[in-house]
Structures are given as structure tokens and as C-alpha cells.
Nanobody
């Protein structure tokens, strides 16, 4: 089992920045990838960014150039640095990890005011 705990969400004005953190614990050996998803009201959950155990990253087109995903292996933590935030970035952000199956955090709310 893998446990994921997110932190760092909040309310920010458009153009501002936030950094989300996701701390992994439990059977973290051989986690193949970790990432961030988001779900806005009335919309489907969508991938925002992902990072593999080797450090390769992928981003949704809507956040390229504004968001950066990174990981600190010593702390078993993945970060999502979000800059130039827009109101359309408002959503609940979920941490995701894949190790034999998918694991999810509880989610953290990000609200961007215009």
C-alpha cells in the first residue's frame, strides 16, 4: 500500500503562484511514476503533470510553461510549482502514484480569483 498526502493548496489571485506537495509513504519502493491530476466542478478529472522514477516529465498543454513538476527522492515527495495561475486552473488537485496499481491522495483545493 502507498499513502499519499497533499498540501499547499489555497486561494490566490490570477497571476500568482502556489506550490503543491505530495508526500508518499508505505510501500514506496518501485513506484514507477507520480503525478498531479485536477478536477474542476462539473468536469472530468484530467492529468496536469507526471514524472517517472527516471525523472522524465510530461505536462498537459494547458499548463506547459507555467507549471513544473519535480521530485525529491530523499523525502519521497513530489512537488507541483504553479506560476502565472489563471481562474481556469481552479480545481481540486490530486496526487497520483503508480505501483502495480494507482493510488490517490485526498485532494487539495486550489482557487484562483480573477
Amino acid at each position: 500500500q502507498v499513502q499519499l498526502v497533499e498540501s499547499g493548496g489555497g486561494l490566490v489571485q490570477a497571476g500568482g503562484s502556489l506550490r503543491l506537495s505530495c508526500a508518499a509513504s508505505g510501500s514506496i519502493f518501485s513506484i514507477r511514476s507520480m503525478g498531479w491530476y485536477r478536477q474542476a466542478p462539473g468536469k472530468q478529472r484530467e492529468v496536469v503533470a507526471a514524472i517517472t522514477s527516471g525523472g522524465s516529465t510530461n505536462y498537459a498543454d494547458s499548463v506547459k510553461g507555467r507549471f513544473t513538476i519535480s521530485r525529491d527522492n530523499a523525502k519521497n515527495t513530489v512537488y507541483l510549482q504553479m506560476n502565472s495561475l489563471k481562474p481556469e486552473d481552479t480545481a481540486v488537485y490530486y496526487c497520483n502514484a503508480y505501483r502495480l496499481r494507482e493510488y490517490w491522495g485526498q485532494g487539495t483545493q486550489v482557487t484562483v480569483s480573477s
